[in-house]
């Protein structure tokens, strides 16, 4: 193969997600692919326009509402680096006007929709028989069972013991604030949804890896999924290169990150300042560092969620303690076993 991408030969796993780019690429007639401004996108846009040849690419980037200036920045910076255009595309609905008007995101995207489905019923939070739950909200039957430990068939991450302690905290705290996974529809899902909807593409491409974990990268299980009906096919150029293979990458075609990775030192970015993130402390305190405007908008939007996040981290702690188990070695990790984004 002509060595399109310096290092290809002393790595399989760049080697074989070149190839397959190429490949797949040339089999489609119009491609569209995302850009986040995060690291992985920063290789797929290094990828796709290192191998598309003539294809045309149609860049799109979905702004979310809230979004860092480092980011935005940085579409400009690949603007220049690869003479492409890359088109900001507005939310349906802006993240704030979704936690306004729905309520805030806590913990991850399960347990939010969750509780905001016991919310919207009413539910009081007390610890009594399934079959009593069932009759008292017959119409609330798969958060009931969430709550009662009964909904995970396949496995228990779809029942509330998944998150230590959740239970006993949401009984001795139940919420006082609305609690939404909303965002997360109207602010990635549909706009990604209506784009394609429109659109006259027959291939999607976008930066997920493998190795990252979480609900979107276990969603798939290769780098290609033919369509299905409305739908058009997908592709994940960078789905089996691991954290080694990535740096690899980067470091032998120069690929530049955004400021949030090398001035503000984040490890990754989603959605800024989401409440689901386990590293959410570290980015605040970055944030109020390098865009304090951003931060107090943060706090601003999901400060009660920090603020109820905490409760229960403490909560956490004082039980650990009474279980005389380590109290002081309690991690986030430990709290955040569904972390997704
Ligand atoms: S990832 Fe977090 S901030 Fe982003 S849309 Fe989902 S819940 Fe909202």
């Given at each position: 193969?002509?060595?399109?991408?310096?290092?290809?030969?002393?790595?399989?796993?760049?080697?074989?997600?070149?190839?397959?780019?190429k490949?797949?690429?040339?089999g489609?007639?119009?491609?569209?692919?995302?850009?986040?401004?995060?690291?992985?996108s920063?290789?797929?846009?290094?990828?796709?326009?290192?191998?598309?040849?003539?294809?045309k690419?149609?860049y799109?980037?979905?702004?979310?509402?809230?979004?860092?200036q480092?980011?935005?920045d940085?579409?400009?910076?690949?603007?220049?680096?690869?003479?492409v255009?890359?088109?900001?595309l507005?939310?349906i609905?802006?993240?704030?006007?979704?936690?306004?008007?729905?309520?805030?995101?806590?913990?991850?995207k399960?347990?939010?929709?969750?509780?905001?489905r016991?919310?919207?019923y009413?539910?009081?939070?007390?610890?009594?028989?399934?079959?009593?739950?069932?009759?008292?909200?017959?119409?609330?039957?798969?958060?009931?069972k969430?709550?009662?430990?009964t909904?995970?068939?396949?496995?228990?991450?779809?029942?509330i013991?998944?998150?230590?302690?959740?239970k006993d905290?949401?009984?001795?705290?139940?919420?006082?604030?609305?609690?939404?996974?909303?965002?997360?529809?109207?602010g990635?899902?549909k706009?990604?949804?209506?784009?394609?909807?429109k659109?006259?593409?027959?291939?999607?491409?976008?930066?997920?890896?493998?190795?990252e974990?979480?609900?979107?990268?276990?969603?798939y299980?290769?780098c290609y999924?033919?369509?299905?009906?409305?739908?058009?096919?997908?592709?994940?150029?960078?789905?089996?290169?691991?954290?080694?293979d990535?740096?690899?990458?980067?470091?032998k075609?120069?690929?530049?990150?955004?400021?949030?990775?090398?001035?503000?030192?984040?490890?990754?970015?989603?959605?800024?300042?989401?409440?689901?993130?386990?590293?959410?402390?570290?980015?605040?305190?970055?944030?109020?560092?390098?865009?304090?405007?951003?931060?107090?908008?943060?706090?601003?939007?999901?400060?009660?969620s920090?603020?109820?996040?905490?409760?229960?981290?403490?909560f956490?702690?004082?039980?650990?303690?009474?279980?005389?188990?380590?109290?002081?070695?309690?991690?986030?990790?430990?709290?955040?076993y569904?972390?997704?984004?």
């Open positions: 193969m002509e060595n399109y991408i310096d290092g290809t030969e002393e790595n399989f796993a760049v080697f074989d997600a070149i190839v397959k780019a490949h797949v690429l040339m489609h007639r119009k491609i569209v692919v995302s850009i986040s401004g995060g690291s992985d920063d290789i797929v846009i290094d990828i796709c326009e290192k191998v598309k040849g003539d294809k690419i149609q799109i980037w979905f702004n979310t509402g809230i979004e860092y480092a980011t935005k940085h579409l400009d910076f690949l603007e220049k680096k690869y003479g255009t890359i088109t900001r507005p939310p609905k802006p993240i704030p006007n979704c936690v306004r008007e729905y309520g805030v995101p806590f913990l991850s399960n347990v939010s929709e969750m509780l905001s016991l919310q919207k009413g539910f009081k939070f007390e610890d009594k028989p399934e079959e009593e739950l069932l009759q008292e909200y017959p119409k609330c039957k798969r958060a009931v969430w709550w009662c430990n909904a995970g068939k396949t496995g228990k991450r779809f029942n013991d998944y998150n230590k302690h959740l905290f949401l009984i001795a705290n139940p919420p006082t604030i609305p609690i939404s996974n909303k965002c997360c529809i109207y990635k899902k706009p990604a949804k209506e784009y394609l909807k659109s006259d593409e027959d291939l999607n491409v976008y930066g997920v890896r493998r190795s974990g979480g609900t979107r990268a276990t969603a299980k290769e999924t033919h369509a299905k009906r409305g739908s058009i096919d997908t592709f994940r150029p960078i789905f089996w290169l691991t954290d080694n990535k740096k690899f990458y980067e470091k075609n120069g690929v530049t990150h955004s400021a949030c990775y090398t001035k503000y030192g984040l490890k990754r970015t989603g959605c800024v300042g989401c409440p689901y993130g386990k590293d959410v402390e570290d980015e605040l305190k970055s944030m109020k560092m390098f865009e304090p405007k951003l931060y107090k908008a943060c706090m601003k939007i999901f400060g009660a920090y603020e109820y996040t905490k409760q229960y981290r403490q956490c702690v004082a039980k650990k303690s009474e279980e005389k188990d380590n109290p002081d070695q309690i991690t986030m990790n430990d709290l955040f569904d972390f997704a984004r």
